[in-house]
């Protein structure tokens, strides 16, 4: 499994990815919503994780206007 973790806190995104990794999940990980989107649209992913405040966008407008319309094509 592959997952995009959008998240801007290291703190919280780092003991994450560590536990994903012990259940064999691999995991992208990006700081901001404007590195998540385009690595979104690079490459295929099973699930994102998605923090709702981040620093650049709103998390919610991320999953309303960039990632759901994409994935409805």
Do not use: H
């Not at 560590?18 to 990006?30: G, Q």
């Not at 385009?38 to 405040?53: H, N, Q, S, T, W």
């Amino acid at each position: 499994m592959k997952i995009l973790l959008i998240e801007d806190v290291q703190e919280v995104a780092t003991p994450l990815i560590r536990y994903l990794a012990l259940e064999d999940i691999s995991v992208s990980w990006r700081s901001n919503a404007r590195e998540g989107i385009y690595e979104l649209a690079r490459e295929k992913f099973d699930a994102i994780i998605l923090d709702l405040g981040l620093p650049d966008k709103d998390g919610k407008d991320v999953c309303l206007r960039d990632i759901w319309p994409t994935r409805e094509q």
